[in-house]
């Protein structure tokens, strides 16, 4: 039994798999592994530097594509995090506003209620009642 799972796990590491892009989340993205890459044997060190340097002037290109399309959807997000931050600061004013005009009439009702608990006093002494 351990044996046939032996071989079948190598089975799978010797198959042959598709190239995987490292950048698969940017759009157009190009880079692959480097062991997929063919490379000459008798390359001089200037090619070498060459094609280094290719690479490196591709994969920063890629990357200033990936941050740029990064820094887009922030933006994104920001102003509409903003546009929630607003409406969000408008209902609280409105809110503040409504509270405040409902604290006024509270105050007069308060008024009242103590204008209208004396006079009940008074009338339950000229009455005579024990409450």
Same mark, same amino acid.
């Given at each position: ?56 002037? #591709?994969?920063?290109?890629?990357? =200033?594509?990936?941050?740029?399309? &990064?820094? %887009?959807?922030?933006?994104? +997000? ?22 405040? #005009?409902?604290?006024?009439?509270? =105050?007069?009702?308060?008024?009242? &209620?103590? %204008?209208?608990?004396?006079? +009940? ?11």
């Amino acid at each position: 039994m351990y044996g046939e799972r032996a071989r079948d796990y190598g089975q799978l590491a010797t198959k042959r798999r598709p190239p995987v892009t490292l950048d698969s989340h940017i759009p157009g993205g190009t880079l692959e592994p480097m062991a997929d890459k063919k490379i000459d044997k008798n390359m001089s060190v200037e090619e070498l530097a060459q094609m280094s340097q290719r690479e490196f002037t #591709a994969v920063r290109g890629e990357m =200033r594509e990936g941050f740029k399309a &990064v820094e %887009e959807r922030f933006e994104s +997000v920001d102003s509409r995090f903003n546009a929630v931050m607003n409406r969000m600061d408008a209902g609280f004013s409105s809110i503040e506003q409504k509270i405040g #005009a409902l604290g006024e009439d509270f =105050r007069h009702w308060k008024h009242d &209620v103590l %204008e209208l608990q004396g006079r +009940v006093e008074r009338i339950e002494k000229h009455l005579k009642l024990d409450v």
